[in-house]
């Protein structure tokens, strides 16, 4: 069950935050999950969503849109033409809970991944890993760069070889921890289907995945650009809605 509490802030936007049509017209809603507060127009939040997970979702957002085209690019080329553009924002206290063993490393876009398999899947290995030669089911692990701003990240893998032959279709999971102090994580799955079969929310040409670490930051950013953790004492009256822990 979702709860409401109360904002008491102050000052007001003189124009509507919201456009005309969204479901939060006008003055959007603040949502909160973990220690974060996000200022939504629609949509927004999914309970019970995957396995009963709160999170948020912020899909919809007509702002968001518009600012994607200029400053995300790797998400606007990828994902342009669906509206999951930027999956969903949830707690992962489990994540990567499942036995598997480190196996190699590999290069992607001048950064170093550390490739997993499942511990049962170890026996399949019959040659070194690399880019060229990458196991069925695997994890990439990038432990993130404050250097480069490029934030933590997980490529979870369990169909297809997109390294190698993307065009004949994969399916992946990118999980991108938001702060390096919590278990809030952006879930986004990276699927393509070949032309010819249904792919009605799947991206319709293959990912370049030397591109990864570029979309893990923007969509890491695309969070923090309606994330108003820091502007809460200058909102008036706007609701906010805190998901259940």
Do not use: W
């Not at 973990?34 to 957002?61: D, K, V, W």
């Not at 876009?109 to 196991?135: A, C, D, W």
């Not at 893990?216 to 004492?233: F, K, S, V």
Request: aromatic share 12%; with cysteine; hydrophobic share 35%.
């Amino acid at each position: 069950m979702i709860t409401q509490v109360t904002a008491k802030a102050q000052g007001a936007p003189k124009e509507p935050f919201c456009a005309k049509g969204e479901k939060y017209y006008p003055e959007g809603l603040i949502g909160k999950i973990g220690s974060h507060f996000f200022r939504i127009c629609t949509q927004g939040f999914a309970y019970p969503p995957l396995m009963n997970r709160p999170n948020l979702t912020i899909n919809s957002e007509q702002r968001l849109d518009a600012y994607a085209v200029e400053n995300f690019p790797d998400i606007h080329e990828t994902f342009g033409r669906i509206r999951n553009h930027y999956g969903f924002l949830e707690a992962l206290p489990g994540l990567r809970q499942n036995p598997s063993e480190k196996v190699g490393q590999i290069e992607l876009g001048g950064f170093t991944y550390q490739v997993f398999v499942p511990s049962i899947n170890l026996s399949r290995l019959t040659v070194p890993v690399s880019k060229e030669n990458m196991p069925r089911e695997f994890d990439l692990v990038f432990p993130g760069s404050d250097a480069r701003d490029i934030p933590e990240h997980i490529l979870t893998c369990v169909k297809g070889d997109p390294m190698n032959a993307p065009e004949k279709g994969y399916h992946c999971f990118l999980y991108i921890r938001y702060t390096p102090s919590e278990i809030l994580f952006i879930t986004k799955q990276i699927i393509h289907i070949p032309r010819g079969e249904p792919s009605y929310l799947i991206n319709t040409r293959p990912f370049d995945f030397d591109r990864l670490a570029f979309l893990a930051q923007q969509l890491r950013n695309a969070y923090r650009h309606i994330e108003i953790t820091d502007q809460l004492n200058e909102l008036k009256d706007v609701p906010i809605i805190q998901l259940p822990e």
